[in-house]
């Protein structure tokens, strides 16, 4: 075993029922130590010593029986990994670190969110307009992963507008029903303080098929 992942750091920072989503700091260099960091700590996290993580052709992350083949996602930025699993259904998680210079949440959401996402936003004063626009980005990416296709078809997709109250809460959960892209889902995020004062948003979605 490597000394990135004898030396392994996690926090457990999202549960929905049986999935779980883990931030490792810090991540190691490498995509492959990524994935042996990822799978020791959802391991320790989860108490499953079979849970083995591999890439599928395309390049997705899966897992090993008896684990749904789709019950394990990674999303990495900087020095930060966030890994989630769940047992029997698929999984998807996604981070962002909060960029406070240069960013303008109102045109980013109305470039990229539903049009009720977007005047949501644009309502907000500009602190609390970035915050619910990262909430927003994580939340939608984690989302679309479980679909296969992640943001290839644009993030209008889920509309959160009618959940902005939950999705504001840290942990709270979401419950979407089916939408075009996506079975009905599930969804919770939480926004970390670090240092230099650039907040660390993530997010974890199951299917809940």
């Not at 979407?176 to 974890?204: F, H, K, M, N």
Request: aromatic fraction near 6%; proline fraction near 6%; include cysteine.
């Amino acid at each position: 075993m490597s000394a990135a992942v004898t030396a392994l750091q996690f926090d457990v920072v999202l549960r929905i029922a049986d999935a779980v989503a883990v931030l490792v700091r810090p991540a190691p260099d490498g995509r492959m130590e990524r994935d042996r960091a990822a799978q020791a700590a959802l391991r320790s996290a989860a108490q499953r010593d079979d849970l083995v993580i591999y890439r599928r052709p395309s390049d997705r992350p899966a897992l090993n029986p008896p684990h749904h083949e789709l019950g394990v996602s990674l999303s990495h930025r900087a020095d930060l990994l966030l890994a989630g699993f769940s047992p029997d259904a698929a999984v998807g998680v996604d981070i962002e670190i909060e960029d406070i210079n240069g960013f303008d949440p109102i045109a980013f959401a109305a470039d990229h969110f539903s049009q009720g996402e977007a005047a949501a936003i644009a309502g907000f004063d500009s602190s609390a307009a970035r915050e619910i626009c990262y909430r927003l980005w994580v939340a939608k990416e984690a989302a679309l992963k479980i679909s296969g296709r992640g943001i290839f078809d644009g993030l209008d997709e889920p509309d959160l507008a009618k959940h902005l109250d939950l999705i504001r809460i840290d942990g709270a959960s979401v419950r979407l029903e089916a939408g075009s892209r996506l079975p009905p889902i599930a969804v919770s995020v939480t926004r970390l303080a670090r240092p230099a004062d650039q907040p660390i948003y993530c997010a974890l979605a199951r299917d809940w098929t």
